[in-house]
């Protein structure tokens, strides 16, 4: 399980190089996008979710998930599309990443989805190479394009999306981070 | 589980005993002097050496062995007598234990062989140790260094080319009417061997007349020497062993030799004649005739029973088959294997990881028990509620004993100090003694864990900068000896550890001078001898006059601070000037689950900790938008936590103020509701909230529901630096 993991994070360093397997498809602002099913763990009801002060837009705060604290990310906002709007259908799919920093261990994150569509099977030949532009997100989010349906899917790369070395950079506030000049 | 697995598993335990029992072995050294009765511990250090090198050539660590070897044989000489106890000799094997300690953990880190540059330093300190072997009368017995053969020398007389096995052989009065011709047995034997020496004896051979030509009345003695064992040379005898008597006994010079082999065995067979095989020093069969002898005795006896069964070490020595010395080795062994057994019944070693796992879920269980306790209240139904009641009360003893799992006696971390209270005092050139007490107080692991470093500024700090010379100590007409005391106790709910010296005490004077000159208090505050003292735990500050390599460079104290509360902990100083110094650690006695106070802001639900609280008040409505109230005529700063969590809601009408206190400075924060005590379970937040500021942790509700935990000291300093709510010098301001 870590060893699969461990190929689909180390994707990001090959380009657009999406492998054919099962994705679990969901819809974020109108856009359908894509996941490796290997990195999705379970997928809950949107709710009981605690906000956490001085973080950026894009985390919405941490959920009580069976014990454990998991913190909650708005894809939409992470993508600068605006914050998602909390409706009926509204979704978390909890993801495990692989911590990007020391010891590489496991991390789940939830992601906020407008609504989560089907798992599907993706052959090789459906994947095309990233655009450079023009899908409105940052190209090194982007794994691949597959054709589905006659509408492109945007295949996600996870270890980039949800770089938590990221993620946690870009919170530090500039008086945060002043301080820790000094300390 | 593959061979290499199993193996790297037995050298994680050999690593983790080998460790245990150097510290051991330490402690055994440094009280080694002051004891009376010596003789148990260098028993104990010998056997922790002992033990030690007879693993680490388990594992084929020949570095370890032989340098472990030598410093056995220097405590077999100490154990024997033949050296004597001595400061010299202490401070010869304490660097020793250090090097063996240091080659163990090279091999933690995956280095099996030696290290030059290592053993250079180890052939230094066996150098030094060899002083000790060699000047003592003759090099005798304590030299079992090298080579077997000096010992045969030195304790089997002479140069005589001795044999190392003693056969008695009576053939049976048969034995030549059964074809068996005594000689060629002999002859057989020699190819197993040399025959040192043989006398015949022939005392049975009647007169001439009487005597049966066809009937062996021969007896040998043969004094053989041979690298077989001693199964091997019973079985030459096989075809005869029915009807004659063959006794095959190892000579005196063997028989430490077997000694020694007993005690090696690995403790896994318990009964005596089984150690006896084991070593060699008995053959099977010898032990099944012995067994049946038992057995017969037994059955002749009768009634008797059990009681009056004769012991089988009894039996193998009167029917000469093994030594006295080495039945007793072996029963020595058998009741050594017997303590270990009764010991480890006491303990298990657990993984520590598998204990956290189970605080973890007993922590879940916590929880949700509060979430069924909150729903069951909701029903009003007194059948629930009473069992509800009941499992709650379950689910507290649970937690309370699951975290009492975690707890270990403090006396480990103390000993630890007795090495470096004789070092350093050393290296000062002062006499200080080191009296431990409440050593058996328990507290969580992972505090012990964390409190060693700042114990050990506490313990530097007072011997070099508390306790005086002996010159000085003289003068003031106190004891040469200066003395520093470690001690430990529970009061209420936490654990207090305190580090005290009879030194100088604290100058207030001094203190306060320095304070003034570094701009840290103004030049006429009044304060209170708590506050002033609470100025060397200040960054940077120091009033010694001298730097030594020890401390003095006012770094430390405040270090000792942070760690002390990052444990969620607090310091005391009590200090009298010329009698001496007390610093006392208020210590939480888990990290686990803390007492919590949970207010409300907004939706939002946050959890104080309980002891940082001083009182909840509600807010004045004249405050507006004030930052500050008047508390009972003191300025009491405010922090409004709705804005600074950007909880964008109405305020309610009446809002409350939570009054913290962190390091001396006060604060209030102004919350919605108040809603009462809780017992928190400490969750860890990812690392994604790794760089906010204010926040210690989170916890789950009976709700279900997730609620962070404040982190008042980083809040405080937070809103400090952001808008310079707090003055810095807030401690003046609540003297004054």
Known sequence: MTAMTKTTDQLPAKQHTAAAGQYLTFVLGGEVYALGILNIKEIIDYGNLTEVPMMPAFVRGVINLRGSVVPVVDLAARFGKGCTKIAKRTGIVIVETIADSEEGNQQDIGIIVDAVNE??????????????????????FINGMAKRDGRFVI???VGRVLSVEEMSNLSRTPLNSEEHGDG | MSFDEEMREALQTFIIESLELLQDMEECLLSLEDGDDPTERVNAIFRAAHTIKGSSGLFGLDHIVSFTHVVESVLDALRDGKLGISPELVAALLPCCDHIALLIRNVVDGQLDADPAISAAGRELIDELQQFLQPGSVAEKAVTVSEKQDILEASGGGTMDSGNWHLSLRFGPDSLRDGMDPLSFIRYLSTLGSIAQLTTIAENMPIADQMD???????????????????????????????????????????????????????????????????GALTKRELEDALNLQGEGDTEDGGQAAKSKQPIGEILVEQQVVQQPIVSAALDKQKQIKDNKARENQSIRVDAERLDILIDLIGELVI???????????????????????MMRLVEEVRDSALQLRMVPIGTTFSRFQRVVRDVSKELGKDIELIISGGDTEVDKSVVEKIGDPLMHLVRNS?????????????????????????????????????????GGLNRDRILEKAVERGLVQHNAVMSDQDVYALIFEPGFSTAQQVSNLSGRGVGMDVVKRNVTALRGRIEVESQIGMGTTMRIHLPLTLAIIDGFMVGVGKSTFVIPLDQILECVALPEDTGDREYVDLRGEVLPLIRLRPLFEIDC???????????????????????????????????????????????????????????????????EYVGSKNALVPPSLSQHSAQ
């Open chain 1, 119 to 140: 798992v599907v099977d993706i052959s090789q030949q459906e994947i095309e190479p990233p655009p450079s532009f023009g899908t409105g997100i940052r190209p090194d």
């Open chain 1, 155 to 157: 295949l996600l790369n």
């Open chain 2, 368 to 390: 949700s028990s509060a979430g069924v306790n909150l729903r069951a209240l909701e029903t009003r139904e007194t059948g629930l509620l009473e069992t509800t009641g009941e």
């Open chain 2, 213 to 279: 030509p066809e009937t062996c009345y021969l007896g040998f003695e043969i004094n053989f020497k041979s690298g077989a064992g001693k199964e091997e040379i019973e079985g030459v005898f096989e075809f005869v062993r029915e009807t004659s008597t063959i006794r095959i006994l190892p000579m005196d010079s063997e028989i430490d030799e077997f000694i020694s082999l007993i005690k090696e065995l690995p403790e896994d067979e318990s009964f005596l004649g089984q150690l006896l095989v084991k070593s």
């Open chain 2, 463 to 503: 011997m070099d900068h508390g306790i005086e010379t002996a010159d000085l100590r003289r003068q003031r007409s106190k004891p040469a000896r200066g003395s520093l005391r470690l001690n430990a106790y529970h009061a209420s709910g936490s654990i207090v550890i305190e580090v005290s010296d009879d030194g």
């Open chain 2, 650 to 716: 109405e305020p309610p009408r009446r809002e409350n103020i939570v009054v913290v206190e962190y390091a001396g400075n006060k604060a209030g924060f102004i919350v919605d509701q108040l809603l009462g005590e809780f017992q928190t379970v400490i969750k860890p937040l990812s690392k994604l909230f790794a760089h906010i500021k204010g926040v210690a942790g989170s916890t789950i509700l009976g709700s279900g529901k997730v609620a962070l935990i404040l982190d008042v000291p980083s809040l405080l």
